[in-house]
């Protein structure tokens, strides 16, 4: 049995998707009191496709976009958010990471690839949040759902933002929205990396496609079908169960600490407000 | 008799009820300069929606002694007004209510019956629900206020319509959801679709007040309407910006839309009634 084909379903109107994401960013930035943003721009396409979204919401010369790379960046990396920043004509600086990173990588020789890369994305971490407090700019994040979902990103590192216009949005629906936005085909086209060691790509590490997974993933968040009613629907049951084991088991990076509750009235549990009420 | 309808499609903030009563008076300035006879505000326009705990800082009694309620009032010597906010009656209960001021009068309150607590909703754990559907006298006509999820459900619209009512007030703070590669979201689809049916089937004016903005990202669509007794629309404010759309509304269109398509007159409540006794296993 072959998987359905939801392409269509995936299809975004693009017009609709800037429209609210535009006004989005506006909004919750302006409410708190700030004009600006700020954002790492890695060269791909998802800080890409935010760039374009936040400077049309908030102007251009009100966004800072850091690029930051460790030495085994690729080069292109650095050239394609470079691309960006001329083209939208961003305040844009450059912070290696690398003398950042490297004492505590030499400190630590069982180090893995895996945490030699959150350390990276906690390196960016901390050089954005800097800069937001120096600007005055609001951190925008870049992780999309697709990611957000499976848990392909770093905990208190890429996944740290005050707001994020594309975490709602599948990785093929960026593709979509970034193409509608005219970023610079090179950008889009590209094989979708973290770039955490040289030569990575997400679909290898991960072992799957974006392509397939949107559509899975669409069935059972966005359509509620449980994992056994995408196996009717023609998906594979070992592929179903992996990636359905990944959103469980990757839940906690989408909540914040867990409190113990023992007062009356618990911050998190039953102290509850917006964030917009403190503005 | 003809009158000039204005929806005022503001961006309420939060728990702020000094900075939404300023707005509100800035849209009856407005509203009053444009000759507005009837000035329809969204649900909870004067405290915000997401309220969650802030309700007990921000509710107010629907008394014209508060202060909030006094303003309102005051303002509805002007025009008539359709107001939003998180009520809360002398024994603590919270609502969420929607009042029909005119002429320094409070005319009718209704409490908001269905309350949203599923998926993205979760009013059910902060209000009580209203226990009323009724329609009222107006100078304008016979009305009912119903509010957002009320109007998702059949039988509000029902039966405000056998009681009486030729003008459907609908207010929402409708949070926009479901994109697809259609031009609007999914919930903007369907509320205009339903919206559009009632006055088709009941040959009644619908006039629909849903607010625009954000709270913690989640948006509010706009796009409010007024349809007319035929089912077409008469006016459309934006998606998702402020707005104030002014329309005139010829209330002597309804008798003669009734008069092609008599549904009102062919209706058979005691039928439905026998019916619903029989559903609900009552002897």
């Given at each position: 049995?072959?998987?359905?084909?939801?392409?269509?379903?995936?299809?975004?109107?693009?017009?609709?998707?800037?429209?609210?994401?535009?006004?989005?960013?506006?909004?919750?930035?302006?409410?708190?009191?700030?004009?600006?943003?700020?954002?790492?721009?890695?060269?791909?396409?998802?800080?890409?496709?935010?760039?374009?979204?936040?400077?049309?919401?908030?102007?251009?010369?009100?966004?800072?976009?850091?690029?930051?790379?460790?030495?085994?960046?690729?080069?292109?990396?650095?050239?394609?958010?470079?691309?960006?920043?001329?083209?939208?004509?961003?305040?844009?600086?450059?912070?290696?990471?690398?003398?950042?990173?490297?004492?505590?990588?030499?400190?630590?020789?069982?180090?893995?690839?895996?945490?030699?890369?959150?350390?990276?994305?906690?390196?960016?971490?901390?050089?954005?949040?800097?800069?937001?407090?120096?600007?005055?700019?609001?951190?925008?994040?870049?992780?999309?759902?697709?990611?957000?979902?499976?848990?392909?990103?770093?905990?208190?590192?890429?996944?740290?933002?005050?707001?994020?216009?594309?975490?709602?949005?599948?990785?093929?629906?960026?593709?979509?929205?970034?193409?509608?936005?005219?970023?610079?085909?090179?950008?889009?086209?590209?094989?979708?990396?973290?770039?955490?060691?040289?030569?990575?790509?997400?679909?290898?590490?991960?072992?799957?496609?974006?392509?397939?997974?949107?559509?899975?993933?669409?069935?059972?968040?966005?359509?509620?079908?449980?994992?056994?009613e995408a196996i009717e629907a023609g998906f594979d049951r070992v592929y179903v169960e992996r990636v359905w084991k990944l959103i469980r088991t990757m839940q906690f990076k989408r909540r914040g600490p867990l409190i113990a509750k023992l007062s009356k009235r618990t911050v998190g549990i039953d102290f509850l407000y917006l964030r917009d009420w403190g503005y | 008799?003809?009158?000039?309808?204005?929806?005022?499609?503001?961006?309420?903030?939060?728990?702020?009820?000094?900075?939404?009563?300023?707005?509100?008076?800035?849209?009856?300035?407005?509203?009053?300069?444009?000759?507005?006879?009837?000035?329809?505000?969204?649900?909870?326009?004067?405290?915000?929606?997401?309220?969650?705990?802030?309700?007990?800082?921000?509710?107010?009694?629907?008394?014209?002694?508060?202060?909030?309620?006094?303003?309102?009032?005051?303002?509805?010597?002007r025009l008539d007004l359709v107001v939003g906010f998180a009520e809360v009656d002398e024994r603590g209960r919270y609502f969420t209510s929607g009042a029909y001021l005119s002429r320094g009068q409070i005319a009718h309150l209704h409490r908001k019956v269905y309350l949203p607590t599923y998926g993205m909703f979760d009013e059910g754990r902060f209000f009580d629900s209203g226990d009323s559907i009724r329609a009222f006298d107006t100078r304008f006509g016979r009305m009912a206020i119903l509010i957002c999820e009320d109007f998702w459900h059949l039988s509000p619209p029902y039966l405000a319509w056998l009681d009486g009512a030729d003008v459907l007030l609908l207010t929402s703070a409708s949070p926009g959801r479901g994109i697809s590669d259609d031009d609007r979201l999914g919930s903007a689809r369907f509320v205009e679709t339903i919206n559009k049916?009632?006055?088709?089937?009941?040959g009644n004016y619908v006039i629909h007040s849903n607010r625009v903005g954000f709270e913690d990202g989640q948006n509010f669509w706009g796009g409010s309407t007024i349809f007319n007794p035929d089912g077409e629309l008469v006016v459309q404010a934006p998606y998702f910006e402020e707005a104030l759309t002014v329309a005139e509304i010829d209330l002597a269109q309804i008798r003669r839309s009734r008069a092609r398509t008599p549904l009102l007159r062919d209706e058979r409540p005691e039928l439905t009634l026998r019916e619903l006794r029989r559903i609900t296993g009552e002897k």
């Open positions: 049995m072959t998987p359905p084909d939801l392409t269509a379903k995936l299809h975004i109107n693009t017009e609709l998707a800037r429209a609210v994401l535009k006004t989005f960013l506006r909004d919750e930035i302006r409410k708190v009191g700030i004009e600006h943003a700020v954002l790492g721009l890695s060269g791909g396409i998802d800080s890409a496709l935010a760039c374009y979204l936040v400077a049309q919401a908030i102007g251009a010369h009100n966004v800072y976009a850091v690029r930051m790379p460790y030495r085994t960046s690729s080069p292109d990396s650095l050239d394609h958010a470079q691309l960006i920043i001329d083209t939208l004509g961003l305040h844009s600086e450059t912070v290696d990471i690398t003398d950042m990173v490297d004492p505590l990588i030499a400190r630590t020789p069982d180090i893995t690839p895996l945490r030699k890369g959150n350390l990276m994305a906690r390196a960016r971490m901390i050089v954005l949040y800097d800069r937001s407090a120096a600007h005055q700019a609001l951190v925008v994040g870049t992780s999309n759902k697709t990611e957000l979902l499976l848990g392909y990103g770093t905990l208190f590192g890429d996944m740290a933002s005050a707001l994020n216009p594309i975490g709602d949005l599948y990785k093929t629906q960026v593709r979509q929205l970034a193409q509608a936005l005219e970023v610079p085909r090179p950008i889009v086209d590209k094989p979708p990396s973290a770039d955490l060691w040289i030569g990575q790509t997400d679909e290898d590490e991960m072992g799957l496609t974006y392509a397939d997974v949107d559509q899975l993933l669409y069935l059972l968040v966005d359509e509620r079908y449980s994992p056994e | 008799m003809k009158i000039t309808v204005g929806l005022a499609q503001i961006s309420p903030k939060l728990a702020d009820v000094r900075s939404n009563c300023e707005t509100h008076m800035m849209f009856v300035d407005r509203a009053a300069r444009e000759k507005v006879d009837l000035l329809v505000f969204p649900e909870l326009s004067l405290t915000g929606y997401m309220l969650q705990d802030a309700m007990a800082h921000t509710a107010r009694k629907a008394v014209p002694s508060d202060p909030l309620m006094h303003s309102m009032l005051e303002a509805s010597q049916s009632y006055a088709a089937i009941f």
